[in-house]
T-cell receptor
Framework: DQQVKQNSPSLSVQEGRISILNCDYT??????FLWYKKYPAEGPTFLIS?????DKNEDGRFTVFLNKSAKHLSLHIVPSQPGDSAVYFC???????????FGGGTRLMVKP | EAQVTQNPRYLITVTGKKLTVTCSQN?????MSWYRQDPGLGLRQIYY???????DKGDVPEGYKVSRKEKRNFPLILESPSPNQTSLYFC???????????FGPGTRLTVL
């Protein structure tokens, strides 16, 4: 059973609008969460993270929100740009911080 | 330039023929890991290494071996590849456990 789930395999938004990518997790012991971005033919790159002591972390156009009671986090991209088109993975370190558990990914397409 | 390199980038082989995918990082990172990416499943961790001569199983270690004889290198070995190991493989490294890993460009393996 997947401990980290991204229920939307794909998302299409218009340039300039908001993109919201969602992620749900089951393990209440997770206390740190990361988002990675992946372009075709490249490895994932770290985008933004959030600690469980916060409910929001912002970095430029990217904001991650954490709802611990719902075991849910979301990534907001405002405004969305065509260069944001990629696959986004949420990830949670488990096993004493030695392993990363990834969600299945959401493919974001930003249309000009 | 700080990077994680993998070789080969593409490989087509046949069932049972031993192969090795190399991984090297030039960032003096202690932590290295291997993942496989499959559609809808995201990235799943195969093995990881906290330091030289220290390796441990991830979520999907069956059919794989690793070694960490030097800090910079972390090869992935498939002693007897099978078609269900056809996948996209990523090597990654980090200075601090599973957090904020730097990924290589990926190796696309096809086992016929």
């Amino acid at each position: 059973d997947q401990q980290v789930k991204q229920n939307s395999p794909s998302l299409s938004v218009q340039e300039g609008r908001i993109s919201i990518l969602n992620c749900d997790y089951t393990n209440s012991m997770f206390d740190y969460f990361l988002w990675y971005k992946k372009y075709p033919a490249e490895g994932p790159t770290f985008l933004i993270s959030i600690s469980s002591i916060k409910d929001k972390n912002e970095d430029g156009r990217f904001t991650v929100f954490l709802n611990k009671s719902a075991k849910h986090l979301s990534l907001h991209i405002v405004p969305s740009q065509p260069g944001d088109s990629a696959v986004y993975f949420c990830a949670c370190p488990g096993n004493a911080g030695n392993m990363l558990t990834f969600g299945g990914g959401t493919r974001l397409m930003v249309k000009p | 330039e700080a990077q994680v390199t993998q070789n080969p980038r593409y490989l087509i082989t046949v069932t049972g023929k031993k192969l090795t995918v190399t991984c090297s990082q030039n960032m003096n990172h202690e932590y290295m890991s291997w993942y496989r990416q499959d559609p809808g499943l995201g990235l799943r961790q195969i093995y990881y290494s906290m330091n030289v001569e220290v390796t441990d199983k991830g979520d999907v270690p069956e059919g794989y071996k690793v070694s960490r004889k030097e800090k910079r290198n972390f090869p992935l070995i498939l002693e007897s590849p099978s078609p269900n190991q056809t996948s996209l493989y990523f090597c990654a490294s980090s200075s601090s456990g599973a957090d904020t890993q730097y990924f290589g460009p990926g190796t696309r393996l096809t086992v016929l």
